[in-house]
């Protein structure tokens, strides 16, 4: 059983359920042990040698399983699909010896890095992007989705730009057909055939309950093709149960600032160069009070937008929250408390919710509602805040039904009942007071049985073997062996003797049998109110991601005061024009030290769009071209900037070429690195493109370096035509 487990679960560890753990052999026991740092044993033999074997406790796999994806593991849950009864009934039906029946097991889900729903597994301020990637002649369509929130958005792009678009995405994990010659090693190889753009509109169609796709956005074939490879493969992780997807998006390709992977480097946005969140751009600006906040600042910044009248609503959001403290502040107690509802609907949807999820959804709604009432009674909001409004109501119903419903804090399992609240089904409750009164009823059976046999030491106990019975010391016990006691004989101790009795067992059953029925209508219930809240899940996801938006909003306005920074004025003009302008990331290390950060201004227009910096090592010039650089990201991403005042040109694409550092894994020196990624810039920058270039020409000789960097400028200069530092 377990061979043909194994072979199933392909390249990914298998977690065999064995009673209450999860075993894994041969190699996986290896791989798995030197990851976990467990213990390494063996059980058993195969082929004459014996058995790796390392275990984890179900009870506590998920920290586990954490540890085994932070890894780079995928892994395949095999969990027993019958109980040791039931193969022993199956064995005696089909004829064979009922003592070596062999419990039946199946590989209920694969957990991999792009799939995970659970808490545990997810960093709440950060998104976890699955991308699927599809080549078709000419272009490549990209999928991308984050299954903890149901969120999917459908892409096309050339071929030149695919590395650009995944590194904004930043996925935890790749699929793409097998034959893809492109990919990477760490790419996920899935059958060319589940590629299919036929297949992809089938089954979004099938999804989403719909007869056509016009209505949800224009997709062409590409995108469709990367959409059934994404489906495909949840298909494949969660064994037939695909998780929560919300309708998916069409992304238009010049709706953003384009960066590639180098850019998104140098600039350290969402990651500083040691590849931690502490000294990037998001860990300096990040004043959001919710996970969902961060996680949409996080995109906003990775992608920032390239259309003036959107960009100019997120100021107008931030200006509102920016002139209103008290507004502001109140605000954003309210979101303090508010649960991650996206995620726990994500869990809900997909089968893996808890009553605790139900307590989140009821509790964030509940928030978003007394959010609604405190924007309402503002005045003059802007367009973002009066759209968030219609999505955060319209939940009133299902907030007062899971409030009846549930105790104010729903336990995470389910399977020890206690979170359908009282008084919200009355023959829940009487069901429930039998079992409670159990410790009184048993209490005076005990009370009766020492006064009939006249034994003061005799007790009623309870264990998970025997269940309930009645102990006396072993000096009393002839009395109660006597043929007409009304007392039957269990167990013989070394100091006591146990016995069963007709009106115990009738009591211990009457108990049993009440505290499953209770348990039994509170799963009722539950799968009730699952249903209820999965049947608004697109009214829910619209809320969690109207209150991640007012957050982000009202963090970056208090960003802003913290930092006394500026709105930036939007342009469409080529330019970009900053006084007293300082690097955020630095000037925020300075402060800790008690120092003051320098302000700087740069004017860069039509007549006057390349500057030349020159000056003594730690002058301060890199520091200077990254800000500027920064503030054209910050301000298109809907912030405000670290500047006394900001005129900012509208960028199609953004470049960062710096000092470089050798790949010799790829068999790049550092001029070579340097001379590739001049020479993207040289190629794909436009006159409406932003470019900052940090010695150009350094990795050779002096001679052939100065004539690489005139030609380099004259080049920016004569023929891009773009803003350069």
Same mark, same amino acid.
């Given at each position: 059983?377990?061979?043909?487990?194994?072979?199933?679960?392909?390249?990914?560890?298998?977690?065999?359920?064995?009673?209450?753990?999860?075993?894994?052999?041969?190699?996986?026991?290896?791989?798995?042990?030197?990851?976990?740092?467990?213990?390494?044993?063996?059980?058993?033999?195969?082929?004459?040698?014996?058995?790796?074997?390392?275990?984890?406790?179900?009870?506590?796999? =998920?920290?586990?399983?954490?540890?085994?994806?932070?890894?780079?593991?995928?892994?395949?849950?095999?969990?027993?699909?019958?109980?040791?009864?039931?193969?022993?009934?199956?064995?005696?039906?089909?004829?064979?010896?009922?003592?070596?029946?062999?419990?039946?097991?199946?590989?209920?889900?694969?957990?991999?890095?792009?799939?995970?729903?659970?808490?545990?597994?997810?960093?709440?301020?950060?998104?976890? %992007?699955?991308?699927?990637?599809?080549?078709?002649?000419?272009?490549?369509?990209?999928?991308?989705?984050?299954i903890s929130t149901g969120r999917?958005?459908?892409?096309?792009?050339?071929?030149?730009?695919?590395?650009?678009?995944?590194?904004?995405?930043?996925?935890?994990?790749?699929?793409?057909? =097998?034959?893809?010659?492109?990919?990477?090693?760490?790419?996920?190889?899935?059958?060319?055939?589940?590629?299919?753009?036929?297949?992809?509109?089938?089954?979004?169609?099938?999804?989403?309950?719909?007869?056509?796709?016009?209505?949800?956005?224009?997709?062409?074939?590409?995108?469709?093709?990367?959409?059934?490879?994404?489906?495909?493969?949840?298909?494949?992780?969660?064994?037939?149960?695909?998780?929560?997807?919300?309708?998916?998006?069409?992304?238009?390709? &010049?709706?953003?600032?384009?960066?590639?992977?180098?850019?998104?480097?140098? %600039?350290?946005?969402?990651?500083?160069?040691?590849?931690?969140?502490?000294?990037?751009?998001?860990?300096?600006?990040?004043?959001?009070?919710?996970?969902?906040?961060?996680?949409?600042?996080?995109?906003?910044?990775?992608?920032?937008?390239?259309?003036?009248?959107?960009? !100019?609503?997120?100021?107008?959001?931030?200006?509102?929250?920016?002139?209103?403290?008290?507004?502001?502040?109140?605000?954003?107690?309210?979101?303090?408390?508010?649960?991650?509802?996206?995620?726990?609907?994500?869990?809900?949807?997909?089968?893996?919710?808890?009553?605790?999820?139900?307590?989140?959804?009821?509790?964030?709604?509940?928030?978003?509602?007394?959010?609604?009432?405190?924007?309402?009674?503002?005045?003059?909001?802007?367009?973002?805040?009066?759209?968030?409004?219609?999505?955060?109501?319209?939940?009133?119903?299902?907030?007062?039904?899971?409030?009846r419903a549930l105790v104010p804090?729903?336990?995470?399992?389910?399977?020890?009942?206690?979170?359908?609240?009282?008084?919200?089904?009355?023959?829940?409750?009487?069901?429930? !007071?039998?079992?409670?009164?159990?410790?009184?009823?048993?209490?005076?059976?005990?009370?009766?049985?020492?006064?009939?046999?006249?034994?003061?030491?005799?007790?009623?106990?309870?264990?998970?073997?025997?269940?309930?019975?009645?102990?006396?010391?072993?000096?009393?016990?002839?009395?109660?062996?006597?043929?007409?006691? &009304?007392f039957t004989h269990r167990q013989?101790?070394?100091?006591?003797?146990?016995?069963?009795?007709?009106?115990?067992?009738?009591?211990?059953?009457?108990?049993?049998?009440?505290?499953?029925?209770?348990?039994?209508?509170?799963?009722?219930?539950?799968? !009730?109110?699952?249903?209820?809240?999965?049947?608004?899940?697109?009214?829910?996801?619209?809320?969690?991601?109207?209150?991640?938006?007012?957050?982000?909003?009202?963090?970056?306005?208090?960003?802003?005061? !913290?930092?006394?920074?500026?709105?930036?004025?939007?342009?469409?003009?080529?330019?970009?024009?900053?006084?007293?302008?300082?690097?955020?990331?630095?000037?925020?290390?300075?402060?800790?030290?008690?120092?003051?950060?320098?302000?700087?201004?740069?004017?860069?227009?039509?007549?006057?769009?390349?500057?030349?910096?020159?000056?003594?090592?730690?002058?301060?010039?890199?520091?200077?071209?990254?800000?500027?650089? %920064?503030?054209?990201?910050?301000?298109?991403?809907?912030?405000?900037?670290?500047?006394?005042?900001?005129?900012?040109?509208?960028?199609?694409?953004?470049?960062?070429?710096?000092?470089?550092?050798?790949?010799?894994?790829?068999?790049?020196?550092?001029?070579?690195?340097?001379?590739? =990624?001049?020479?993207?810039?040289?190629?794909?920058?436009?006159?409406?493109?932003?470019?900052?270039?940090?010695?150009? &020409?350094?990795?050779?000789?002096?001679?052939?370096?100065?004539?690489?960097?005139?030609?380099?400028?004259?080049?920016?200069?004569?023929?891009?035509?773009?803003?350069?530092?």
């Amino acid at each position: 059983q377990y061979l043909a487990l194994k072979r199933e679960a392909g390249d990914a560890l298998l977690f065999y359920r064995m009673g209450d753990f999860f075993e894994l052999f041969f190699e996986d026991a290896k791989v798995a042990a030197g990851i976990l740092d467990i213990a390494l044993t063996s059980r058993g033999e195969h082929g004459g040698e014996p058995v790796p074997m390392c275990g984890v406790p179900v009870h506590s796999a =998920e920290g586990y399983l954490a540890r085994l994806i932070k890894g780079g593991c995928r892994v395949a849950i095999a969990e027993q699909t019958e109980t040791p009864d039931e193969a022993k009934a199956r064995a005696k039906r089909q004829g064979t010896p009922t003592s070596k029946a062999l419990v039946a097991r199946d590989i209920v889900r694969f957990v991999t890095a792009g799939t995970l729903t659970e808490e545990a597994l997810l960093e709440p301020r950060r998104a976890n %992007l699955l991308v699927a990637v599809a080549p078709v002649r000419d272009g490549v369509g990209l999928a991308s989705c984050d299954i903890s929130t149901g969120r999917m958005e459908l892409e096309e792009c050339e071929a030149s730009a695919l590395d650009a678009a995944l590194a904004r995405l930043g996925a935890s994990e790749v699929v793409a057909p =097998e034959n893809w010659e492109d990919g990477s090693e760490d790419v996920i190889a899935r059958p060319q055939a589940d590629f299919r753009s036929e297949d992809g509109e089938a089954r979004l169609k099938d999804i989403h309950g719909v007869a056509t796709l016009d209505g949800l956005g224009d997709f062409t074939r590409p995108m469709l093709a990367a959409a059934a490879g994404m489906i495909a493969y949840l298909d494949h992780a969660g064994r037939g149960e695909l998780p929560f997807l919300l309708p998916p998006v069409a992304r238009g390709s &010049g709706a953003h600032l384009a960066m590639d992977a180098a850019t998104r480097a140098s %600039l350290e946005i969402l990651e500083a160069q040691d590849g931690g969140r502490a000294g990037s751009l998001i860990a300096c600006i990040d004043r959001c009070v919710t996970g969902a906040g961060a996680r949409q600042l996080a995109e906003d910044l990775a992608a920032p937008l390239a259309d003036r009248e959107q960009i !100019e609503a997120r100021h107008a959001a931030i200006h509102h929250f920016h002139i209103d403290p008290l507004l502001r502040a109140d605000l954003r107690a309210l979101l303090r408390q508010a649960p991650d509802i996206g995620r726990a609907l994500g869990r809900l949807v997909a089968g893996r919710g808890s009553p605790r999820d139900l307590g989140q959804i009821r509790d964030g709604l509940s928030e978003a509602r007394r959010v609604r009432g405190m924007l309402e009674a503002s005045a003059d909001l802007p367009a973002l805040l009066r759209d968030a409004l219609t999505a955060l109501g319209g939940h009133s119903a299902l907030i007062d039904h899971l409030d009846r419903a549930l105790v104010p804090s729903p336990p995470t399992e389910r399977q020890q009942g206690g979170y359908i609240a009282s008084g919200y089904d009355h023959a829940l409750d009487a069901l429930r !007071e039998t079992s409670g009164n159990a410790r009184k009823a048993i209490a005076a059976l005990e009370a009766r049985y020492r006064e009939e046999t006249d034994t003061a030491a005799l007790k009623i106990k309870h264990n998970k073997v025997l269940g309930y019975f009645i102990e006396v010391p072993a000096k009393h016990g002839d009395k109660l062996m006597a043929a007409d006691s &009304g007392f039957t004989h269990r167990q013989t101790m070394a100091g006591a003797v146990r016995f069963n009795s007709i009106g115990l067992h009738e009591e211990a059953t009457r108990i049993a049998e009440a505290g499953a029925h209770a348990l039994a209508a509170e799963e009722g219930h539950f799968e !009730e109110l699952v249903g209820e809240v999965v049947n608004a899940r697109e009214a829910i996801a619209a809320t969690a991601a109207a209150l991640a938006r007012i957050d982000v909003s009202a963090g970056l306005a208090e960003r802003a005061v !913290e930092g006394d920074w500026a709105r930036p004025e939007m342009l469409g003009a080529p330019c970009l024009e900053v006084v007293g302008g300082r690097h955020p990331v630095v000037e925020q290390a300075l402060a800790k030290t008690g120092e003051r950060f320098v302000a700087n201004d740069c004017s860069l227009g039509e007549d006057d769009r390349l500057w030349l910096i020159g000056g003594p090592n730690m002058g301060g010039k890199s520091t200077f071209l990254r800000q500027n650089a %920064l503030f054209l990201l910050l301000a298109q991403a809907g912030s405000y900037v670290p500047a006394s005042s900001a005129r900012v040109g509208l960028a199609d694409r953004l470049f960062s070429r710096v000092g470089a550092s050798d790949n010799l894994a790829r068999g790049r020196s550092t001029f070579m690195v340097e001379m590739v =990624e001049t020479a993207a810039i040289l190629s794909q920058a436009t006159d409406r493109s932003f470019v900052i270039l940090d010695e150009v &020409g350094r990795g050779t000789s002096t001679y052939d370096g100065m004539a690489l960097a005139w030609a380099v400028v004259e080049a920016v200069h004569e023929q891009l035509r773009c803003r350069c530092l």
